[in-house]
């Protein structure tokens, strides 16, 4: 089991960037996948990025590549999301998740442990 804890979240203006950490105990984060998820008020639960356990591998929304970026620090047991160009439509409270290696990316019923939350709210 891996305890996830989110933060970086806040209030921006359209065209801003911010940076989400999500930082995860235990001792085997290194050999768990990473996501990010996020849910808007009244929508479902949806896959943002995923990265590999090494960070070799990474993969997004088709929606979000190019604004995106997932990445991870093995050693700081931290996995971080880089959005740029944010715009409203992008607000919603995000969630960092760890599944085992092997369980695939996209599909939030894979992964066994959630952070609570971090919201962000993107201005017009």
């Known amino acids: 089991q891996v305890q996830l804890v989110e933060s970086g979240g806040g209030l921006v203006q359209a065209g801003g960037s911010l940076r989400l950490s999500c930082a995860a105990s235990?001792?085997?984060?290194?050999?768990?996948?990473m996501g990010w998820f996020r849910q808007a008020p009244g929508k479902e639960r949806e896959f943002v990025a995923g990265?590999?356990?090494?960070?070799?591998?990474?993969y997004y929304a088709d929606s979000l590549k190019g604004r995106f970026t997932i990445s991870r620090d093995n050693a700081k047991n931290t996995v971080y999301l880089q959005m740029n160009s944010l715009k409203p439509e992008d607000t919603a409270v995000y969630y960092c998740?760890?599944?085992?290696?092997?369980?695939?990316?996209?599909?939030?019923?894979?992964?066994?442990?959630w952070g609570q939350g971090t919201q962000v709210t993107v201005s017009s």
């Open positions: 235990g001792r085997t984060f290194r050999s768990y996948i």
């Open positions: 990265i590999s356990w090494s960070g070799g591998n990474t």
């Open positions: 998740a760890a599944a085992p290696a092997g369980m695939g990316y996209f599909n939030p019923t894979k992964y066994d442990d």
